[in-house]
């Protein structure tokens, strides 16, 4: 037998496992366990549709931990309703997920794309409620692209990727290794447009929020050194900026009390189509104070709930409260 004939994936393999993917995203879609106000406060997914549901501008007057791109994204998915933003967002990602697999099929054969396929199978109940996949997408892309001497949208895709998840930036030094200069000087000016576009939608602040995750002490709970905390039993976890996290906190900080959405020292702002407003909504208080009216049944209007549902997107597409 010769070594292609060895090295080739049936074609059946592969769609079987594409399917058990899909299988997994309808999965999450009927689930549900993603449908509660405990996961809509606690969850990655309730955060990012807190951030898109939020009034002013983003890094200024209220904190965002993830990058302008991040921000964009999120906010142009989100409906105003928990349940219908989490249906897209796993739809979204799983178009991602099919799309790594493409890549991967397209630049490096059908071995790394079954390999891809079942190494991320036991994460995608994780990482569908996730919005990582669209960053792994396009670092993806941006190698692709470089690898195939079509630098200037490797280039363009890799800076793209970094203002969704800041973690490609470490593949700037394998442009360097390669001598790829036209790559590098492409991803160094996206790189700046993006800083333009920071400074646009927000603040020039917005860089620290998300190096630190808004302040957040401690490590992430999918970080490995919290991993190995954790199996070593040498920390508990807690709910910090949106985060679950391991270790000890600054003297008398905050933890968990605080609302993901608590304004920055600029106050409450503006978006498009909003009135102003002198002071900052009771919304910005508490994540439970919109989850309990928004998905409880029995919740009414007249004062269960510490405040309104954080913005409905009504056919005008203008702001309600």
């Not at 549901?53 to 791109?69: A, C, I, K, N, Q």
């Amino acid at each position: 037998m010769s070594t292609t004939a060895s090295n080739r994936v049936p074609p059946l393999f592969l769609f079987a496992l594409v399917a058990v993917h899909v299988a997994a995203a309808a999965a999450l879609l009927r689930d549900p366990g993603v449908k509660t106000p405990a996961y809509a406060a606690t969850s990655d997914a309730g955060r990012y549709h807190e951030i898109a549901t939020s009034r002013g501008h983003p890094y200024r007057d209220f904190e965002v931990e993830y990058p302008p791109l991040a921000y964009l994204g999120l906010d142009a998915i989100d409906t105003g309703d928990f349940d219908s933003t989490l249906n897209i967002l796993i739809v979204t990602q799983l178009l991602a997920d099919l799309g790594i697999v493409g890549l991967l099929l397209w630049n490096w054969g059908s071995r790394a794309a079954v390999s891809y396929l079942i190494i991320a199978a036991p994460m995608l109940a994780t990482v569908l409620t996730k919005f990582d996949l669209v960053s792994v997408l396009l670092a993806l892309l941006a190698v692709s692209l470089v690898s195939r001497s079509r630098d200037g949208p490797g280039g363009v895709a890799l800076a793209a990727s970094v203002f969704v998840k800041l973690w490609p930036v470490v593949l700037t030094p394998w442009l360097l290794v390669k001598r790829r200069w036209r790559a590098m000087a492409w991803t160094l000016a996206g790189g700046f447009a993006g800083v333009a576009l920071w400074a646009w939608l927000g603040d020039i602040d917005g860089p620290r929020q998300v190096l630190t995750f808004r302040g957040a002490e401690g490590w992430h709970v999918e970080s490995i050194p919290a991993q190995l905390a954790l199996l070593g039993g040498a920390g508990d976890m807690r709910f910090e900026a949106g985060s679950w996290r391991i270790g000890a906190p600054r003297p008398g900080s905050e933890l968990s009390s605080p609302s993901p959405l608590s304004p920055s020292p600029g106050g409450c702002g503006t978006r498009a189509g909003s009135a102003k407003t002198s002071a900052c909504p009771r919304r910005f208080q508490s994540p439970l104070s919109w989850s309990c009216r928004r998905f409880s049944p029995s919740s009414s209007s007249s004062g269960s709930c510490p405040g309104p549902p954080l913005r409905e997107r009504p056919a005008t597409g203008e702001l309600s409260d």
